[in-house]
T-cell receptor
Framework: NAGVTQTPKFQVLKTGQSMTLQCAQDMNHNSMYWYRQDPGMGLRLIYYSASEGTTDKGEVPNGYNVSRLNKREFSLRLESAAPSQTSVYFC??????????????FGPGTRLTVL | QKEVEQNSGPLSVPEGAIASLNCTYSDRGSQSFFWYRQYSGKSPELIMSIYSNGDKEDGRFTAQLNKASQYVSLLIRDSQPSDSATYLCAVNPGGSQGNLIFGKGTKLSVKP
């Protein structure tokens, strides 16, 4: 099992460009998450999908959109990238949203730089 | 605002010693507690979960939970240089919330 996979691993964008970060999991998990990690700020939740067909905002959703394509895949889109979105982005998944907060497993991350 | 607090460190311990990492949380209703290890440039890796008061041991790792004091700790026995990493404490707020709130992490350095 590959666990949680993310593409791309690295990306450089110019201000105003758009891109989609892809995430897939093969653990048959119901819930998926997108985080960003910045120095001194820790991990912050951008969006989550408690189950297939649902998505909700997390702590820092502005400037992002998500799509839960199916049970396996959860994508994050930056419509018009800004330098403030320079960060490391992690996708994670867990078996269930309602099981008292399940154990989350993380992908390898995407390192995004916006110039 | 629900918060999870950790000392940023760095915490430096000699090889073979016990490393003690601490975490406090603000939401008394929190139900689930997790410790993640993150090596530089890598993603967080789950190493321990704890759900009830007391101690939970897994190899060289022991997680301790005290809900009354809103305190979680991680002990690493016989610390090795390979344990050098940032350790993240994560808390599930409980109720209808399935998300995790992460602390900013404590950087541990184990000196040979």
């Amino acid at each position: 099992n590959a666990g949680v996979t993310q593409t791309p691993k690295f990306q450089v964008l110019k201000t105003g460009q758009s891109m989609t970060l892809q995430c897939a999991q093969d653990m048959n998990h119901n819930s998926m998450y997108w985080y960003r990690q910045d120095p001194g700020m820790g991990l912050r939740l951008i969006y989550y999908s408690a189950s297939e067909g649902t998505t909700d905002k997390g702590e820092v959703p502005n400037g992002y959109n998500v799509s839960r394509l199916n049970k396996r895949e959860f994508s994050l889109r930056l419509e018009s990238a800004a330098p403030s979105q320079t960060s490391v982005y992690f996708c994670a998944s867990s078996e269930s949203w309602l099981a008292g907060g399940g154990e989350q497993f993380f992908g390898p991350g995407t390192r995004l730089t916006v110039l | 605002q629900k918060e999870v607090e950790q000392n940023s460190g760095p915490l430096s311990v000699p090889e073979g010693a016990i490393a003690s990492l601490n975490c406090t949380y603000s939401d008394r209703g929190s139900q689930s507690f997790f410790w993640y290890r993150q090596y530089s440039g890598k993603s967080p890796e789950l190493i321990m979960s704890i759900y009830s008061n007391g101690d939970k041991e897994d190899g060289r790792f022991t997680a301790q939970l005290n809900k009354a004091s809103q305190y979680v700790s991680l002990l690493i026995r016989d610390s090795q240089p390979s344990d050098s990493a940032t350790y993240l404490c994560a808390v599930n707020p409980g109720g209808s919330q399935g998300n995790l709130i992460f602390g900013k992490g404590t950087k541990l350095s184990v000196k040979p």
